[in-house]
Protein backbone atom coordinates (compact mmCIF):
# COMPACT_ATOMS: atom_id res chain seq x y z
CA UNK A 1 0.00 0.00 0.00
CA UNK A 2 1.64 3.23 -1.16
CA UNK A 3 1.05 6.79 0.60
CA UNK A 4 -1.72 7.66 -2.40
CA UNK A 5 -3.94 4.67 -1.47
CA UNK A 6 -4.03 6.02 2.38
CA UNK A 7 -4.40 9.44 1.22
CA UNK A 8 -0.86 10.45 3.96
CA UNK A 9 1.28 12.57 2.57
CA UNK A 10 4.67 11.52 2.65
CA UNK A 11 7.94 12.93 4.10
CA UNK A 12 11.20 12.73 2.55
CA UNK A 13 14.42 13.38 3.49
CA UNK A 14 16.56 16.24 1.99
CA UNK A 15 16.29 19.43 0.62
CA UNK A 16 15.12 21.74 -2.78
CA UNK A 17 17.22 24.32 -4.06
CA UNK A 18 16.60 26.45 -7.04
CA UNK A 19 20.08 27.51 -9.26
CA UNK A 20 21.28 30.73 -9.72
CA UNK A 21 21.08 30.34 -13.29
CA UNK A 22 17.43 29.09 -12.89
CA UNK A 23 16.29 32.13 -10.80
CA UNK A 24 17.34 34.21 -13.26
CA UNK A 25 16.39 33.20 -16.22
CA UNK A 26 12.97 33.04 -14.00
CA UNK A 27 13.53 36.37 -13.76
CA UNK A 28 14.58 37.76 -17.40
CA UNK A 29 11.46 35.78 -18.19
CA UNK A 30 8.80 37.26 -15.61
CA UNK A 31 10.33 40.81 -16.45
CA UNK A 32 9.88 40.53 -20.27
CA UNK A 33 6.59 39.41 -19.80
CA UNK A 34 5.25 42.53 -17.71
CA UNK A 35 7.04 44.74 -19.57
CA UNK A 36 7.23 43.70 -23.29
CA UNK A 37 10.73 43.20 -23.54
CA UNK A 38 12.73 40.44 -25.24
CA UNK A 39 14.39 38.44 -22.10
CA UNK A 40 17.65 38.98 -23.89
CA UNK A 41 17.35 42.27 -22.97
CA UNK A 42 16.92 41.80 -19.36
CA UNK A 43 19.72 41.89 -16.78
CA UNK A 44 19.10 40.17 -13.17
CA UNK A 45 21.30 39.86 -10.56
CA UNK A 46 20.86 38.44 -7.42
CA UNK A 47 22.06 39.54 -3.81
CA UNK A 48 21.39 38.46 -0.35
CA UNK A 49 18.85 41.17 1.77
CA UNK A 50 18.95 39.77 5.62
CA UNK A 51 18.32 35.94 4.38
CA UNK A 52 15.84 37.19 1.69
CA UNK A 53 16.88 37.24 -2.00
CA UNK A 54 16.96 41.54 -3.41
CA UNK A 55 16.48 41.14 -7.77
CA UNK A 56 18.42 43.87 -9.71
CA UNK A 57 17.13 44.60 -12.93
CA UNK A 58 18.42 46.27 -15.83
CA UNK A 59 16.61 46.68 -19.19
CA UNK A 60 15.45 48.85 -21.75
CA UNK A 61 11.54 50.03 -21.83
CA UNK A 62 9.44 50.11 -25.00
CA UNK A 63 7.98 53.67 -25.76
CA UNK A 64 5.75 55.10 -28.14
CA UNK A 65 7.33 57.39 -30.88
CA UNK A 66 7.34 61.48 -29.75
CA UNK A 67 5.43 61.72 -33.10
CA UNK A 68 2.78 59.36 -32.68
CA UNK A 69 2.24 61.05 -29.00
CA UNK A 70 1.86 64.17 -30.68
CA UNK A 71 -0.83 63.08 -32.86
CA UNK A 72 -2.42 60.70 -30.30
CA UNK A 73 -1.65 62.14 -26.14
CA UNK A 74 -3.74 59.06 -24.67
CA UNK A 75 -1.39 56.91 -26.66
CA UNK A 76 0.75 56.94 -23.46
CA UNK A 77 -1.80 55.73 -21.21
CA UNK A 78 -2.43 52.45 -23.32
CA UNK A 79 1.33 52.04 -23.19
CA UNK A 80 0.59 51.86 -19.38
CA UNK A 81 1.28 55.23 -18.61
CA UNK A 82 4.71 57.23 -17.87
CA UNK A 83 7.73 55.37 -17.94
CA UNK A 84 8.08 55.67 -14.38
CA UNK A 85 5.10 54.82 -13.61
CA UNK A 86 5.21 51.37 -15.60
CA UNK A 87 8.28 50.68 -13.71
CA UNK A 88 6.94 51.66 -10.57
CA UNK A 89 3.62 49.43 -10.77
CA UNK A 90 5.86 46.49 -12.47
CA UNK A 91 7.88 45.81 -9.23
CA UNK A 92 5.64 44.41 -7.58
CA UNK A 93 3.98 42.06 -10.10
CA UNK A 94 7.56 40.94 -10.75
CA UNK A 95 8.70 40.32 -7.16
CA UNK A 96 5.02 38.30 -6.95
CA UNK A 97 5.04 36.30 -9.81
CA UNK A 98 8.57 35.02 -9.20
CA UNK A 99 7.99 34.43 -5.61
CA UNK A 100 5.08 32.55 -6.94
CA UNK A 101 7.12 30.64 -9.51
CA UNK A 102 10.39 29.71 -7.63
CA UNK A 103 8.99 30.02 -3.75
CA UNK A 104 12.03 31.88 -3.08
CA UNK A 105 11.14 34.71 -0.33
CA UNK A 106 12.25 38.18 -2.41
CA UNK A 107 12.84 41.28 -0.42
CA UNK A 108 12.87 43.84 -3.21
CA UNK A 109 13.04 44.35 -6.89
CA UNK A 110 14.65 47.03 -8.40
CA UNK A 111 14.65 48.30 -11.98
CA UNK A 112 16.86 50.30 -13.41
CA UNK A 113 15.90 51.51 -17.26
CA UNK A 114 18.83 51.54 -19.33
CA UNK A 115 17.14 53.01 -22.63
CA UNK A 116 13.96 52.79 -24.57
CA UNK A 117 12.96 50.98 -27.58
CA UNK A 118 10.56 53.02 -30.07
CA UNK A 119 7.47 50.13 -30.11
CA UNK A 120 4.65 50.80 -32.95
CA UNK A 121 1.97 49.23 -30.55
CA UNK A 122 0.53 49.79 -26.75
CA UNK A 123 1.83 47.22 -24.44
CA UNK A 124 0.62 43.57 -24.96
CA UNK A 125 -0.36 41.57 -22.67
Given at each position: ???A???R??T?????????????S????????????A???????????H???????A?P????????????P?LV?????????R???A???I???IAE?T?????????R??????????R??
Amino acid sequence: MTAADTGRRTTFSGHNRVSTQALTSTAQGVASDVLGIAPDLVRAVWRDDHGALALSLALPIGIPSLNRVLRDPHLVDRFGGSVWERVHAARGEILARIAELTGSALSRVDIRVTGARVQDGGRVR
